[in-house]
C-alpha cells in the first residue's frame, strides 16, 4: 500500500467520529488490539515504553520526554494523537514523521492479519499497532506513547510503561470518561502498572487521591507529584520562549530555555524531566537537557504561524486549556492588539460555545470569527456567533476556516493578532 491506500483501507474501520455519531458501540475492551499484537508477535514487549496520559498537555509532554531521551543517543520512538495534517505525524521516530511508504507496508500488513481477528479492530486501534510494530522493526532503545483517550481502554493501554505520567485532569470526553474529575482521574489512571514510577502534574486533591489509590492498588513504584516532589521554582516570558528553573527528584535545572509559549508549558517541561529522571533513575545533566531543548516543538499548540498580523494557532479544545491559552496571550502578547479570535469547536458532551469563549478571553476581543470545524460532530458556527454575542462581543461567520482566517486578518491589520482556537480539526486546516 502506498499512503493513500492505507488512508483508506483505514478509513473503512470505526473511528471515534462515527462512534460518537451512533454508528458502533461496543463495550470498552483490549481484547482485539492485544489480539492483533498477538499474531505481530507482541512489538510493544521489545522496549521499555513510558505512557503518558493527561487532560490538556499530554502530547507537549511526550514531545518534551522524547526530546530528553533521545539527547542521550537513543533510538526514540513517539507515538502522539491527534494529528494536524497527516496520519504519519502520529508514528515518529526521533523526532521525524514514518515515511508515507514505510506506514503504508505496515498497514498492509495489518490488512492481512485483520482476517484473522475474532472482532474487527477500530481505526485507532490498527493505527497504534502500527506504531508498536514499527517501533520494533527500527528496534528502538524505547517508546514514549500518548494515550488516544482515557487510560484504562485506550489501545495504547496494551503496553506496559516503566513510567507512567498523568499530566493534568480536567473534565473533556464526558460521554466516556465520566463527569467528575474523580472519574476521569480513575480512567487516566489505568495506565499505571505494577511496579511503574508515576508522574502526575498539577491535580486537585480529590483526583490525586484517586491517582495514589490507583498507584497502590496495581503495586506501583513511587507516585511523584507536582508542587511537592517537583515543581518550577522560576519562570519567565524570553525572546521566542521562556526561562525556566525547576527542581525533581533528583537535582535542580536553572535557566533552562524552552522555545515555547505559555506559563504551562513550563509546567508540562517539569512532568517531562522528572518522567526522563525516573527512566533513567538517574539526574539529567543541564547540557544535555538544553541540547535537548533547543529543537522542541509542539505545533498547533500555542504556536506563532505568520506575522503582520501576528497568527497564533492553539488546537485548545476545552475550557482549561482556553485558559491556558488566554493567560499566555495575556502575559506574552498583551500589547498587542486588536485581538481577534477565530473559533471553530466540536460538539460533545459538555462542550458549551460560551464557556469556552469566555475562558479564550473573548469578551477582551475586538471580534470572535465564528467557522465550522472540519467534522461531521462541528459545532454550527452560528452558535458560536450568538454565543459570542452573548458575552457583549462583535462576531461574524465565515463558512470555512480558510475564509475565517482572511476575514481575522483583515480585522486585525498588520498590527494586530489572531489566535486560531477550538479545536485541532481547526487547527489542522492552518497546516495543509
Known amino acids: 500500500m502506498n499512503l493513500v491506500q492505507a488512508e483508506a483501507f483505514l ?32 512489538p510493544q514487549r521489545n522496549y521499555p515504553i513510558v505512557h503518558v496520559t493527561g487532560t490538556n498537555g499530554k502530547t507537549s509532554t511526550a514531545r518534551a520526554i522524547s526530546r530528553l531521551l ?44 485483520e482476517p484473522l481477528l475474532a472482532d474487527r479492530p477500530t481505526w485507532f486501534e490498527l493505527v497504534t499497532a502500527a506504531g508498536f510494530a514499527w517501533f520494533a522493526d527500527l528496534a528502538v532503545d524505547a517508546a514514549v506513547v500518548e494515550v488516544g483517550l482515557g487510560g484504562t481502554w485506550d489501545a495504547t493501554n496494551a503496553g506496559d510503561g516503566i513510567v507512567a505520567v498523568i499530566t493534568s485532569i480536567g473534565l473533556d470526553h464526558t460521554e466516556f470518561l465520566g463527569d467528575t474529575p474523580e472519574s476521569v482521574a480513575a480512567e487516566k489512571a489505568g495506565i499505571i502498572k505494577e511496579g511503574a514510577v508515576v508522574v502526575v502534574g498539577h491535580v486537585e486533591d480529590g483526583p490525586a487521591q484517586v491517582i495514589d489509590a490507583a498507584a497502590a492498588q496495581a503495586g506501583a513504584g513511587p507516585v511523584l507529584h507536582a508542587g511537592e516532589e517537583f515543581g518550577v521554582i ?3 516570558v524570553a525572546i521566542g520562549g521562556r526561562l525556566v528553573s525547576i527542581r525533581t527528584p533528583m537535582n535542580a535545572y536553572h535557566e533552562l530555555f524552552m522555545p515555547l509559549h505559555g506559563a504551562h508549558q513550563s509546567e508540562n517541561l517539569a512532568v517531562a524531566l522528572t518522567a526522563a529522571e525516573a527512566f533513567f533513575n538517574r ?3 543541564e547540557e544535555v537537557v538544553n541540547d535537548a531543548l533547543a529543537g522542541l516543538t509542539s505545533p498547533g ?8 498580523p501576528l497568527v497564533i494557532v492553539d488546537g485548545v479544545k476545552n475550557e482549561q486549556g482556553a485558559a491556558a491559552a488566554k493567560a499566555a496571550l495575556d502575559e506574552e502578547w498583551s500589547t498587542v492588539s486588536p485581538r481577534v479570535l ?12 460560551r464557556r469556552l469563549l469566555q475562558a479564550l478571553g473573548a469578551p477582551s476581543a475586538a471580534l470572535v470569527v465564528a467557522c465550522p470545524a472540519p467534522s461531521p460532530r462541528t459545532v454550527p458556527a452560528e452558535d ?13 461567520v465565515a463558512e470555512n476556516v480558510d ?7 483583515q480585522a486585525a491589520g498588520e498590527d494586530g493578532l489572531v489566535l486560531v482556537a477550538g479545536s485541532l480539526y481547526v487547527a489542522g486546516v492552518v497546516y495543509r
Do not use: C
Not at 499548540?301 to 503582520?308: A, I, N, T
Open 234 to 236: 522560576s519562570d519567565r
Open 70 to 113: 533521545a539527547a542521550h543517543d537513543l533510538s526514540i520512538g513517539t507515538y502522539t494523537s491527534p494529528h494536524l495534517a497527516s496520519v504519519t505525524e502520529r508514528l515518529l521516530w526521533n523526532g521525524e514523521p514514518i515515511k508515507g511508504h514505510e506506514f503504508g507496508a505496515v498497514i498492509e500488513e495489518l490488512a492481512r492479519l
Open 342 to 353: 477565530v473559533v471553530g469547536m466540536l460538539q460533545g458532551k459538555g462542550k458549551d460555545p
Open 283 to 285: 539526574p539529567l545533566t
Open 403 to 409: 475564509a475565517a482566517i482572511e476575514l481575522a486578518k
Open 301 to 308: 499548540r500555542l504556536e506563532v504561524v505568520g506575522r503582520q
Open 384 to 396: 458560536i456567533a450568538a454565543a459570542a454575542r452573548t458575552l457583549g462581543v462583535d462576531s461574524e
Open 11 to 42: 478509513d473503512e474501520h470505526i473511528n471515534l467520529e462515527k462512534m460518537l455519531a451512533g454508528e458502533r458501540s461496543t463495550a470498552p475492551t483490549l481484547e482485539r488490539i492485544r489480539e492483533l499484537l498477538g499474531l505481530l508477535a507482541d
